[in-house]
């Protein structure tokens, strides 16, 4: 079992070097892509517009955001907000991220599973998220103080954070299918709406992939924080029975 969680603590950074090149390689083809303007002529947000509407969608509201892939579905207020490098551009690639943002607005009309057990983690993981590091650093200081302390209480502070991590391990996880699933009902109506041509969805298919990739990275790292912690927990636990 500790042979199994060392192997995952050493992955922490290969993996953080993978999700650097991912990262790298997300911009690379969305800028590769959005140099090839579809040839159905309509904008991002008009894509937006046509596949909301298509799903009987017409309360969901679309807006700008600054940045570029900063593009995302905030179910607070029921909009999709589409970057400044997205929102008027003809490219495949920025109407394909336009319609993943929408494929998350049908994910909560439909009452997707995934997406709602995701969403009431978000405050759960936004409140222990705060703590993992705190607490790191004071079980790594109280290490020192060991010995003259009654209770193990460096034990105490990595358990605390080996708890918020898991939360957030978890949240990664359940992003997974919903990041996948939004994929393919953009996909599905960019196919079925005629907005793409049979040429065109495999470019669609390259830019949400490789935007993928990213989720399924994280959770990966996630989990191998999660073994970190869980390494400085037992060695806190051993030194303290010395």
């Known amino acids: 079992m500790e042979i199994l969680i060392v192997i995952l603590a050493s992955l922490s950074l290969p993996l953080m070097l993978a999700m650097i090149f991912v990262s790298v390689g997300v911009k690379t083809t969305f800028t590769k892509y959005n140099r090839v303007f579809a040839?159905?002529?309509?904008?991002?947000?008009?894509?937006?517009?046509?596949?909301?509407d298509a799903n009987n969608l017409f309360n969901v509201q679309i807006a700008g955001c600054a940045g570029v892939l900063t593009d995302h579905y905030d179910p607070r207020n029921n909009t999709v907000?589409?970057?400044?490098?997205?929102?008027n551009s003809t490219s495949v690639a920025a109407i394909s991220v336009?319609?993943?943002?929408?494929?998350h607005a049908i994910q909560h009309a439909d009452e997707y599973a995934p997406i709602k057990f995701r969403s009431a983690l978000?405050?759960?993981?936004?409140?222990?998220?705060?703590?993992i590091t705190p607490f790191l650093i004071l079980g790594i200081i109280l290490e020192f103080?060991?010995?003259?302390?009654?209770?193990?209480?460096?034990?105490?502070?990595y358990l605390i954070a080996l708890i918020c991590y898991a939360f957030y391990c978890i949240f990664t996880l359940a992003?997974?299918?919903c990041e996948y699933n939004a994929s393919r009902r953009a996909k599905d109506q960019l196919a079925g709406l005629n907005i793409l041509a049979n040429d065109e969805l495999p470019i669609a298919?390259?830019?949400?992939?490789?935007?993928?990739?990213?989720?399924?990275?994280?959770?990966?790292?996630?989990?191998?924080?999660?073994?970190?912690?869980?390494?400085?927990?037992?060695s806190s636990r051993k030194n303290n029975k010395r």
């Open 39 to 52: 040839s159905c002529g309509l904008s991002a947000k008009e894509v937006a517009r046509k596949i909301l």
């Open 81 to 87: 907000y589409l970057s400044s490098a997205t929102i």
């Open 98 to 103: 336009a319609a993943h943002e929408v494929g």
């Open 122 to 131: 978000v405050p759960v993981v936004n409140f222990t998220s705060k703590l």
């Open 145 to 157: 103080f060991a010995m003259a302390l009654p209770v193990n209480l460096s034990s105490i502070c």
């Open 175 to 177: 992003t997974l299918p």
């Open 205 to 234: 298919s390259k830019v949400l992939g490789k935007a993928a990739q990213t989720y399924l990275l994280s959770f990966l790292y996630s989990l191998t924080q999660v073994a970190r912690i869980l390494l400085m927990l037992l």
